[in-house]
């Protein structure tokens, strides 16, 4: 099951610049994602985690260092072997929606791959009910809200089957309720497929759900740990521009307004069992 | 307006028309505009109007709703027939009204002519009311299959249309956005003189094109990572059935013209 399946050694990437030197986008960095995890790549703009996501599936390569993923260097040989194991969500859902209904959509990928017409049916129809969008297969694009497109995104990268689904602002663009479908919908994978899962991020929120959250600051890697081990660093996350989740700010809030409370709380359900649990002692 | 007008928009149905493979029906609608030609007497004329109503009959599309989307048509229509009917002088004159003149062969020609116009704008609306958008490009991308010999880029030419077509309403949708945005800055596009209301597109459409680029850029950048290698390799998802009621179609295509050879003068 420990097997990797990602892994950067010492990546550096220098964006060409027109104008004299610039620094680089990705400085000497390294991590690791083993098979099964859900990792966190967050980040403010300009930290260089967009680059990292270029860099993982083969739109851009290294300068210095070396990208693996599923066991081989990414490089132009083989590049679209890796591709066809790894699926993609980018963050605008109107620009990566490529057929004209739901299920053409879908099953782009897989006529890309060669894939033979009974296995596509098969394949089309199985991605579509693990997001729970069967019911709007022969929908056109712009009848979906933006949470549905995302998921039919989310299907067309499960149809090839992938070792590695990696969200790129995945849910950024969305309304609350957009992006708690689609944080949903990644969860329920995670539960029934063990999929592995890189979510790149600026949105805390979304980050604690994972198990392994890396913290990416001008185009270095600052902190890698748990969600619980990387939110008790607080202050220096604001510092990045990194906005904490809610529940931890009410009790940063709430302990310095002299509330004793015990723990640090990343979810509100957390906050509120320990308030309420408080009050009756108090 | 634009709800009423409906050159080139798809009505999703079930009927004989709407079930046939799409190749069958562009091949159908080809040879049918060759043969329309073939017509030259009253005979001919009559033959083509009955089977165009056939055809409009099976496929379910209400006359009454053609005739009334195709209402900017028919003022072309009937200037045709009026342009045929007062310049053609020859044969009888049948009368003459001041400096207006009409002679029978007038008549005869604004009449077969605007038969021949009207069945021709009959079938090929039925074409697009039946078929979507997306089963023509395919239609079109198999059809043009043999081109591939001589380097035509037919695969490439026919993404190029679906992901046109894919994208129409996003634009739409975006013109209004942006049409919003420039009115709420004080832009006014709906007065004015003529030459005030054309410059006031640009700004229109510039954020427009911007964005557009963004669009294509993103959208490439998707393909490639879901492995868009171009058309080679590919299999196809959707998948053409060509039936015996396509072939049928075909052969009442064949017997038409032998009973407008028939006829012929």
Request: glycine letters at 8%; zero cysteines.
């Given at each position: 099951m420990?097997?990797?399946?990602?892994?950067f050694?010492?990546?550096?990437?220098?964006?060409?610049?027109?104008?004299?030197?610039v620094?680089?986008a990705?400085?000497?960095v390294?991590f690791?994602i083993?098979?099964g995890?859900?990792?966190?790549?967050?980040?403010?703009?300009?930290?260089?985690?967009?680059t990292?996501?270029?860099?993982m599936?083969?739109?851009?390569?290294?300068?210095?260092?070396k990208?693996?993923?599923?066991?081989?260097?990414?490089?132009?040989?083989?590049?679209?072997?890796?591709?066809?194991?790894l699926?993609?969500?980018f963050q605008?859902?109107?620009n990566?929606f490529v057929?004209?209904?739901?299920q053409?959509d879908v099953?782009?990928?897989?006529?890309?791959?060669?894939?033979?017409?009974?296995?596509?049916?098969?394949r089309?129809?199985?991605?579509?009910s693990?997001?729970k969008?069967?019911d709007?297969?022969?929908?056109e694009?712009?009848?979906?809200?933006?949470g549905?497109k995302?998921?039919v995104?989310?299907?067309g990268?499960?149809?090839?089957?992938?070792k590695?689904l990696i969200?790129?602002?995945?849910t950024?663009?969305?309304?609350?309720q957009?992006?708690?479908?689609?944080?949903?919908?990644?969860r329920?994978?995670?539960?029934?497929?063990?999929?592995?899962?890189?979510?790149?991020?600026?949105?805390l929120?979304?980050?604690?759900?994972?198990?392994?959250?890396i913290?990416?600051?001008l185009?270095?890697k600052?902190?890698e740990?748990?969600?619980a081990?990387?939110?008790?660093?607080g202050?220096?996350?604001?510092?990045?521009g990194?906005?904490l989740?809610?529940?931890?700010?009410?009790?940063?809030l709430?302990?310095?307004?002299?509330?004793?409370l015990?723990?640090e709380h990343?979810?509100?359900d957390?906050?509120?069992?320990?308030?309420w649990?408080?009050y009756?002692?108090? | 307006?634009?709800?009423?007008?409906?050159?080139?928009?798809?009505?999703p149905?079930d009927?004989?028309?709407?079930?046939m493979?799409?190749?069958?029906?562009?091949?159908f609608?080809?040879?049918f505009?060759?043969?329309?030609?073939?017509?030259?007497?009253a005979?001919?004329?009559?033959?083509l109007?009955?089977?165009?109503?056939?055809?409009?009959?099976?496929?379910?599309?209400?006359?009454?709703?053609l005739?009334?989307?195709?209402k900017?048509?028919?003022?072309?229509l009937?200037?045709?027939?009026?342009?045929?009917?007062?310049?053609?002088?020859?044969g009888?004159?049948?009368?003459?009204?001041?400096?207006?003149?009409?002679?029978e062969?007038?008549?005869?020609q604004?009449i077969?002519i605007s038969i021949r116009?009207?069945v021709?704008?009959?079938?090929?609306?039925?074409?697009t009311?039946?078929t979507?958008p997306?089963?023509?490009?395919d239609g079109?991308?198999?059809?043009?299959?043999?081109?591939?010999?001589?380097?035509?880029?037919?695969?490439?030419?026919?993404?190029?249309?679906?992901?046109?077509?894919?994208?129409?309403?996003?634009?739409?949708?975006?013109?209004?956005?942006?049409l919003?945005a420039?009115?709420?800055?004080g832009?006014?596009?709906?007065?004015?003189?003529?030459?005030?209301?054309?410059?006031?597109?640009?700004?229109?459409l510039?954020?427009l094109?911007?964005?557009?680029?963004?669009?294509?850029?993103?959208?490439?950048?998707?393909?490639?990572?879901?492995?868009?290698?171009?058309g080679?390799?590919?299999?196809?998802?959707?998948?053409?059935?060509w039936?015996?009621?396509?072939?049928?179609?075909?052969v009442?295509?064949?017997?038409l013209?032998?009973a407008l050879?028939?006829?012929?003068?």
């Amino acid at each position: 099951m420990n097997s990797e399946i990602l892994s950067f050694e010492n990546v550096t990437f220098t964006y060409n610049a027109e104008d004299g030197p610039v620094r680089p986008a990705v400085a000497d960095v390294s991590f690791s994602i083993q098979q099964g995890e859900w990792i966190a790549l967050v980040g403010h703009n300009g930290s260089g985690k967009s680059t990292i996501a270029k860099l993982m599936n083969g739109l851009l390569f290294p300068n210095k260092g070396k990208v693996k993923v599923f066991g081989q260097e990414m490089s132009e040989e083989t590049l679209w072997d890796i591709r066809s194991d790894l699926g993609m969500v980018f963050q605008n859902p109107d620009n990566q929606f490529v057929g004209a209904t739901v299920q053409d959509d879908v099953a782009f990928a897989l006529e890309n791959n060669g894939v033979p017409h009974a296995v596509m049916v098969e394949r089309v129809h199985e991605a579509l009910s693990q997001v729970k969008m069967e019911d709007y297969k022969d929908h056109e694009p712009h009848h979906l809200s933006g949470g549905q497109k995302q998921r039919v995104a989310i299907a067309g990268a499960l149809a090839m089957r992938p070792k590695l689904l990696i969200l790129d602002e995945a849910t950024s663009m969305l309304d609350p309720q957009g992006r708690m479908e689609v944080i949903e919908t990644i969860r329920r994978l995670r539960e029934s497929t063990g999929l592995t899962v890189i979510s790149i991020t600026h949105d805390l929120e979304e980050a604690a759900l994972a198990e392994r959250i890396i913290v990416m600051n001008l185009g270095q890697k600052n902190m890698e740990g748990t969600p619980a081990a990387v939110f008790s660093q607080g202050s220096k996350l604001t510092d990045m521009g990194l906005d904490l989740p809610f529940a931890m700010r009410m009790t940063h809030l709430l302990q310095e307004a002299g509330v004793g409370l015990q723990e640090e709380h990343m979810t509100e359900d957390k906050l509120v069992d320990e308030l309420w649990k408080y009050y009756s002692k108090a | 307006m634009m709800e009423k007008m409906i050159f080139g928009r798809f009505i999703p149905g079930d009927s004989v028309v709407h079930r046939m493979d799409p190749r069958a029906k562009i091949l159908f609608v080809f040879l049918f505009i060759a043969i329309v030609f073939v017509a030259n007497n009253a005979w001919g004329y009559a033959i083509l109007l009955g089977f165009t109503l056939l055809v409009v009959f099976l496929s379910k599309i209400r006359l009454y709703f053609l005739i009334n989307g195709l209402k900017p048509v028919f003022i072309l229509l009937i200037f045709t027939f009026f342009l045929h009917l007062f310049f053609t002088r020859e044969g009888d004159l049948l009368f003459s009204f001041g400096f207006i003149e009409v002679y029978e062969e007038g008549l005869r020609q604004g009449i077969f002519i605007s038969i021949r116009f009207l069945v021709l704008v009959f079938i090929t609306s039925v074409l697009t009311l039946t078929t979507s958008p997306i089963s023509i490009t395919d239609g079109i991308e198999v059809l043009l299959g043999p081109f591939k010999k001589i380097k035509l880029p037919v695969h490439e030419l026919a993404l190029m249309m679906s992901i046109s077509l894919r994208f129409i309403p996003t634009l739409m949708d975006e013109t209004g956005k942006i049409l919003k945005a420039q009115m709420a800055r004080g832009s006014d596009i709906g007065s004015g003189p003529m030459k005030e209301r054309v410059k006031a597109v640009v700004p229109l459409l510039i954020p427009l094109f911007v964005s557009a680029f963004k669009r294509a850029e993103d959208l490439a950048t998707a393909m490639e990572v879901r492995g868009y290698r171009g058309g080679e390799g590919r299999t196809r998802y959707r998948q053409l059935n060509w039936q015996l009621a396509d072939t049928l179609s075909l052969v009442l295509l064949a017997g038409l013209t032998a009973a407008l050879w028939y006829f012929r003068a």
